[in-house]
C-alpha cells in the first residue's frame, strides 16, 4: 500500500523560507509523476506544482512561480518543496500526491504551514 | 488558472441521488478527457473517486458515477448514504500543462 509522510512545516515569518518533505514507501518513487496540492484552513484545495519521474522536467501555479522550488530525490524515495519568500496567503496544509496518468492516486496527510509575524 | 466552478452546496436525502457540476473552459475540461473528482471528509487527506471523466478506482461502489459535456463534467452519486457527506472537489488538466481544482461542494445527507 502507498504511503506518503509529509513533514517539514511550522510556523516561518513572512519572508522566510521553509522545506517540506515528502517520504514515500509501498512504491517506487522513481516510477511516478510527484505533485504538491494545498488547503488553506477552511477553504479549497489549490494545485501548487508538479515534477516528472526523472525530475527533468516541472511545473508550478502562477502563485508559486519563481518562489517554490518542487525536486526530488528517487534513491531515497522522497519528494520536497524548497518555499522561499513565503506570503501570510500561503499558510495551508500541504499534500503530497502521487501521480498517474493525470489523476492523484495517493494523498499523504499533509503538513501544516503557517506564515505569520 | 482560475477555478472550475463548483456549487458551493447540494444536499439530498439517503437513497436518493445527487449530480454535482463542474464548469470549466475550452483550455481545460472541454479540452481533456483529465477530469477527476476527490471526496474530502473534514480532518482528513482527500480520496480519488473518479478518474478519466467517468472511470472508478479499483474497489469503488459504482454509487459514484462521471460524465462531461462540452466544458461541464459532473458527479453523480445515487442511492446516497449518510457517508457520502463530505465535501468534494472536481479537477481538471489543463492547456498550460498545470491542473485546476474547482471550489468544492459541501454535499449534506439530510
Known amino acids: 500500500e502507498d504511503l506518503l509522510v509529509e513533514s517539514g512545516g511550522g510556523l516561518v515569518q513572512p519572508g522566510g523560507s521553509l522545506r517540506l518533505s515528502c517520504a514515500a514507501s509501498?512504491?517506487?518513487?522513481?516510477?511516478?509523476?510527484m505533485h504538491w496540492v494545498r488547503q488553506a484552513p477552511g477553504k479549497g484545495l489549490v494545485w501548487v506544482s508538479r515534477?516528472?519521474?526523472?525530475?527533468?522536467?516541472?511545473t508550478y501555479a502562477d502563485s508559486v512561480k519563481g518562489r517554490f522550488t518542487i525536486s526530488r530525490d528517487n534513491s531515497k524515495n522522497t519528494l520536497y518543496l524548497q518555499m522561499n519568500s513565503l506570503r501570510d496567503e500561503d499558510t495551508a496544509v500541504y499534500y503530497c500526491?502521487?501521480?498517474?496518468?493525470?489523476?492523484?492516486?495517493?494523498w499523504g496527510q499533509g503538513t501544516l504551514v503557517t506564515v505569520s509575524s | 488558472q482560475s477555478a472550475l466552478t463548483q456549487p458551493a452546496s447540494v444536499s439530498g436525502s439517503p437513497g436518493q441521488s445527487i449530480t454535482i457540476s463542474c464548469t470549466g473552459t475550452s483550455r481545460d475540461v472541454g479540452a481533456y478527457n483529465y477530469v477527476s473528482w476527490y471526496q474530502q471528509h473534514p480532518g482528513k487527506a482527500p480520496k480519488l473517486m473518479i478518474y478519466?471523466?467517468?472511470k472508478r478506482p479499483s474497489g469503488l461502489s459504482n454509487r459514484f458515477s462521471g460524465s462531461k459535456s462540452g466544458n461541464t463534467a459532473s458527479l453523480t452519486i445515487s442511492g446516497l448514504q449518510p457517508e457520502d457527506e463530505a465535501d468534494y472537489y472536481c479537477n481538471s488538466f489543463t492547456s498550460t500543462n498545470t491542473w485546476v481544482f474547482g471550489g468544492g461542494t459541501k454535499l449534506t445527507v439530510l
Open positions: 515534477i516528472n519521474s526523472d525530475g527533468s522536467s516541472t
Open positions: 478519466e471523466v467517468s
Open positions: 509501498g512504491f517506487t518513487l522513481s516510477g511516478y509523476w
Open positions: 500526491l502521487k501521480s498517474g496518468n493525470y489523476r492523484f492516486d495517493s
